[in-house]
Structures are given as structure tokens and as C-alpha cells.
């Protein structure tokens, strides 16, 4: 009966953990509105169990050039549509852990086991589940961090620049409040040379 019962404990141990790890586009923006584009970047779905994953974005970088470690996001709860197949993910959790940091995150005072607050995170996966699409945006350095995984966006304008020195020094969302980095949608963008303008972000 033991065994009976030690092998059971064990299937359902091993159905509980399902992991599958997904290679795709990567960008993240930072706080200054800087984008950088990471290419064949992996992102961790990991059932632990139910309809309860956490999702584990590796090797993330929130400053260019250098990597901090990987963002865990726990407590993400799963809702599968019946028509479609497609799941979608989302969480309640306030708060992102830090784990398998690198000695880079020094410099942002980020250390093994430390959290940066989450301000919203959402994604889906295919019926297939093949592809894992995830958004992304939490706080560190005292900065907002925007991180897109799964899908291609328009970064063109995020170095934005021009003869003379024309790089932007200020963005307005259309209320008028002032904001980190460039978001979806129209923006209102001060450049360094005094000039004003709209960008549309898709």
C-alpha cells in the first residue's frame, strides 16, 4: 500500500510541476524609454498546481547590456477559453523575486531572493501551446520597467534622433501627465531642440 500510495505521491508530483520553457522575441524598456531588443530570449511556464503557474522571465536585463537574473512572478492563475483553446494568464501578486542574479545586478541593488513590485503582468498561450505571449511591467531602480515577450513591437521611435541633437527630454501621455517611457498609443514627445510632436506607438 506504501508503494501503491508513494507512486501516486509521485505522478501527481510530476503533473503538478510541468514546465515549459518558450524561446522568443524579448524587448524590454526601461524607465529612461530606452528599448533594447533581445532576440531567442526564454521565458518559463511552470504549472505548481491546478490552474496556479509561475511564469519565469530568464536572464532579464532591465539596464542595456546588463543582465540582472531572472524575474519570477508566483501565484499566476490560468483560465482556458472553451471556444478557442487559448489560456490566458494573469495575477494578483504585488511583488516579482529575483533569482540566479548575476554580479551586474549590483549596480540596480538587486540581490539573490529580492522583489521589484509588479504593476501588471497578463499573457496567453496558444491552444497548441506552442506560443507563450507575455506583458510585463515592474519597478526597479525607481524606475518603470516595460517588458514585452512573444511578439514583435515598433521600437524605431524609442531612439529617437535627428540632426542636431533632437533626442526627447520630456513624454505626455494625451492628458497631459507626464510619463517614464513611450507607451502604446499616441505619445506627446519634447525633443532636446524645444520641438514638440506626436508619436503613435503600435
Known amino acids: ?11 501527481m508530483t510530476t503533473l503538478c510541476t510541468f514546465g ?13 524609454g530606452r528599448t533594447t531588443d533581445y532576440t531567442q530570449k526564454e521565458v518559463e511556464l511552470k504549472r505548481v498546481a491546478g490552474s496556479r503557474y ?3 522571465f530568464k536572464k532579464l536585463a532591465p ?17 482556458v477559453d472553451a471556444e478557442t483553446g487559448v489560456t490566458t494568464f494573469a495575477t494578483s501578486a504585488t511583488e516579482g523575486k ?3 542574479v548575476t554580479p551586474t545586478a549590483a549596480i540596480g541593488g538587486v540581490t539573490e531572493g529580492s522583489k521589484s513590485t509588479l504593476t501588471s503582468f497578463t499573457a496567453t498561450l496558444s491552444a497548441d501551446k506552442s506560443k507563450f505571449v507575455a ?8 524606475s518603470d520597467v516595460s517588458v514585452v515577450f512573444g511578439k514583435q513591437i515598433d521600437t524605431a521611435i524609442n531612439t529617437l534622433t535627428t540632426a542636431g ?11 497631459g501627465v507626464r510619463i517614464q517611457h513611450l507607451q502604446r498609443g499616441i505619445n506627446i514627445v519634447r525633443t532636446s531642440n524645444g520641438k514638440v510632436k506626436k508619436l503613435l506607438v503600435k
Do not use: R
Open 1 to 11: 500500500m506504501k508503494k501503491v500510495l508513494s507512486i501516486v505521491f509521485f505522478l
Open 20 to 32: 515549459q520553457v518558450f524561446t522568443d522575441d524579448l524587448h524590454v524598456t526601461s524607465g529612461a
Open 63 to 79: 539596464m542595456e547590456y546588463k543582465t540582472f537574473g531572472d524575474f519570477e512572478i508566483d501565484g499566476v492563475m490560468s483560465t
Open 165 to 175: 541633437d533632437n533626442t526627447y527630454v520630456e513624454i505626455y501621455n494625451l492628458g
Open 98 to 100: 529575483w533569482v540566479n
Open 135 to 142: 506583458e510585463l511591467n515592474f519597478m526597479t531602480m525607481g
Open 54 to 56: 509561475t511564469v519565469t
